[in-house]
Nanobody, 129 residues
Framework: QVQLAESGGGLVQPGGSLRLSCATPGSIFGAYAMGWFRQVLGKEREFVAAILRSVVGSGTTYYADSVKGRFTLSRDNAKNTMYLQMNSLKPEDTAVYYC???????????????????WGQGTQVTVSS
């Protein structure tokens, strides 16, 4: 089965930065929607950021209010890789982070994990002093 592959997680102090990567097979990278979610043990998977393809330009990005202004989602089309740059990290950002893709078609709700049918294995991000 096709898998996405996250990397870049780790331990960082509050206020620090990390960049997560999501390596994606070419057949998946063309998805209309790709996103990042996170999950804390015992809680539901939470929307972090998503990018929707557009006819013109590189696409439209969306962010959860909790990360807006601190996290940036980007894509490198040449490398079939999606990134999540995380700055000004807080202890409450601690979670396992997952990348996801939806194929085929557009999601009705880009913030719903149930819309996405391809997932990576997750990478742990721990923000602690």
């Amino acid at each position: 089965q096709v898998q996405l592959a996250e990397s870049g997680g780790g331990l960082v102090q509050p206020g620090g930065s990390l960049r997560l990567s999501c390596a994606t097979p070419g057949s998946i990278f063309g998805a209309y929607a790709m996103g990042w979610f996170r999950q804390v043990l015992g809680k539901e998977r939470e929307f972090v950021a998503a990018i929707l393809r557009s006819v013109v330009g590189s696409g439209t990005t969306y962010y959860a209010d909790s990360v807006k202004g601190r996290f940036t989602l980007s894509r490198d089309n040449a490398k079939n890789t999606m990134y999540l740059q995380m700055n000004s990290l807080k202890p409450e950002d601690t979670a396992v982070y997952y990348c996801a893709a939806k194929i085929p078609g557009w999601p009705r709700d880009y913030g719903s994990s149930g819309e996405y049918n391809y997932w990576g294995q997750g990478t742990q991000v721990t923000v602690s002093s």
